[in-house]
């Protein structure tokens, strides 16, 4: 231990040992260097430990670039960055470690939840982190230092992936990791660079993050918020820019899940999807709102909702959503990759919403882009599809307006209305927009639901399609009304259908599949 630490130390307990009841304890004040190679760890958590044991209190990181290692937050902390403050993680792995859990739930997922993380926090309560200053993960250096390690054999990684060249998610810290905590909130800072995923919350109750920015396209698997069986959660104003997923509900452990979620007044820029529910869907979702949401030059899909490990995914509304230059707008998805039973997806309400279409990569200028689909294709539909024996139910589709590219090509890809049943079901794959390959309409695509409505949807297009604009196999109870299509593309193909319902005044034209 060196004089400085020792000292700095010394003080710090003095000072608790008599009483002092400072409402700030400023880590600068208390030994800690700002000078961005200083190695301030076990000074900032030692000032963490003291002030929870001491009751609670403001942790003040000052002016200044503090690099530091995995800190654990206890209870009653209030960590503070001031303007000019930088919490900068540091790019060597041994300086992370994975928490220690005792007592957690044992999850159904293993293989993509890294337990590292710069700022983390287990069963621990009333924490705040805030102010004007930034948090940097200096993720892609710490990445590539993991990854140098496993190659020189001193830290092998075990889920090595061999077809990228990169270490795994499991060995790659986060920026935050809180699993089993009440009573969370975190505004106002600028967070940035994950090795992994950025803010991770798991199991948590009370959780608010309200006007937060987060940048996150250091590396792989780079998304911006991730949600895991919480209850209780508001995130609120953030703008966020990721190289993965933008805000993202999972579900890890099958006797719990996400519920009351309130997702608004955000800004959302992805390479992977803005708003999704799962792919991880083992619990379920059930009592969220999604609203105000802007997207902008996201690969995938603006919304994504996907069960496919078994998770109930009920009551869900998201509204006044504007999109532009995306992939996809609407993605729902009912599979059967993981669980003993296929779940459910019930009651989703998607209204007010407007979208653009891109043809090409909406990512195209991205430093950090998703996989890329490996395969020619036509521009994909919206879709809503479940898997035979197992419905998608009480979708409403309202005050939509969705403007898409056209350009479609026979000689690219082309299924007759006679051939419908050649797209496959893919039961147990990945869920991602473009997973049934080519589809055989250009508007949207519904498959294996039940009381489904469209009210007040617009659908336009740029250029000329070959497909018509709907395609409905193995749908009962459809309702169309006040539906606006391109006058000389407006075929609604049916098959395998029954009770539909339509405005008479609508001019559409039916046509019956086989």
Known sequence: MNKLFFFSSLALCLMFAVGIQAKEYNILALGAKPDGKTVNTEIIQKVINQVSES?????????????????????????FLAKGAVLLGSSNPYHYQEMKMPGRPDTDKKDDNSQMALLTAYKADNITISGSGKIDGQGRALALNIDSLHHLGDRIDPNYNTNSWRPSETVRPKLFYFSTCNNVNI????????ACWGLSFELCHGLKINGVKVFNRAYWNNDGIDILDC???SITNCDINSADDGICLKSYYSKYANDSIYIANCTLRTSASAIKLGTASYGGFKNIVVNNIKVYDTYRSAIAIESVDGAVIHNLEIGNVKAENVSNVIFIRLGHRGGKDPGSIENVYIHDVKAQIAFGRPDINYDMRGPAIDFFHNPFPASITGIPGYKVEDIRIENVEIAYPGRASKGMAYIPLSRLSQVPEKISDYPEYHMFRELPAWGFYVRHAKGIVFKNVVLNIEHPDFRPPFVLDDVTDVTFNQLTLPENNSNIVIRKCSNWNYDANLKLNFVIAN
């Open 55 to 79: 009751g609670g209190g403001e942790i003040l990181v000052p002016a200044g670039v503090f690099l530091t290692g995995s800190l654990e937050l206890k209870s009653n902390i209030h960590l």
């Open 187 to 194: 505004s106002g800072l600028e967070l940035k660079n994950s």
């Open 231 to 233: 209850r209780n959660v």
